[in-house]
């Protein structure tokens, strides 16, 4: 079946570090990738969707600029937190799919820590 | 908007026990429904899924029927093993399509030998 594989699983880091975060599809094409977050006890909530070769489509409320997503080809996308803060501490995931007519396949999702 | 509410958990079952997880839904017209398996460690999985009124998604034993009377899709499963251990997400998605889906908070299963 459709992998998709994420890294890292974990991360720990200063306040105002940067991380980025992998995101690859291993075995089809993935023409959309989304990254979501989640919240203690709280549902996935969809951050972004980004198409290959074009820029994001950011969720109301997150700021582009603090979450970097990049989508330069058709089997990996990243996201990057530029300038951590303990806020910004969550579980993040991300899918993919070949075409808006195929199921969304996730990554096993990265648990993020800020000190 | 679009939103899902389905029990926090978690719920704890003995292996051979009937299981029932309540979603209910809020969209307007006929959206798409789902519910998402995570088991320990790994991604989120798709279990099964309805697109319209009266349709029944199964598999592996679990089954979902979408209701639009009582916006409802409630997972069941009539007699649950310990390998069903998992954490289970109702989902929902415009109609016709799998992008921008929705989300419930998940629900904690956990099955005792």
């Known amino acids: 079946g459709a992998v998709v594989s994420q890294h890292p699983s974990r991360v720990i880091c200063k306040s105002g570090t940067s991380v980025k975060i992998e995101c690859r599809s291993l075995?089809?094409?993935?023409?959309?990738m989304f990254w979501y977050r989640q919240f203690p006890k709280k549902s996935l909530m969809l951050m972004a969707t980004?198409?290959?070769?074009?820029?994001?489509?950011?969720e109301q409320g997150v700021e582009k600029d603090k979450f970097l997503i990049n989508h330069a080809s058709l089997t990996l996308s990243t996201l990057t937190v530029t300038s951590a803060h303990p806020e910004d501490s969550s579980f993040y995931i991300c899918?993919?799919?070949?075409?808006?007519?195929?199921?969304?396949?996730f990554g096993d999702g990265t648990r993020l820590s800020i000190l | 908007g679009n939103s899902v509410t389905q029990m926090e958990g978690p719920v704890t079952l003995s292996e051979e026990a009937f299981l029932t997880i309540n979603c209910t839904y809020t969209a307007t017209g006929y959206p798409s429904l789902f519910w998402y398996v995570q088991y320990p460690g790994e991604g989120l999985q798709l279990l099964l899924k309805?697109?319209?009124?009266?349709d029944k998604g199964s598999n592996k034993g679990f089954e979902a029927t979408y209701r639009k009377e009582t916006t409802s899709f409630h997972l069941e499963k009539g007699s649950v093993q310990v390998s069903d251990s998992a954490v289970y997400f109702c989902?929902?998605?415009?109609?016709?399509?799998?992008?921008?889906?929705?989300f419930g908070i998940g629900t904690k299963l956990q099955v005792i030998p």
């Open positions: 899918s993919a799919q070949d075409g808006n007519d195929q199921p969304q396949h």
């Open positions: 075995d089809f094409q993935a023409t959309t």
């Open positions: 980004s198409n290959e070769g074009s820029k994001a489509t950011y």
């Open positions: 989902a929902l998605s415009a109609p016709g399509g799998y992008q921008k889906v929705t």
């Open positions: 309805a697109t319209k009124a009266d």
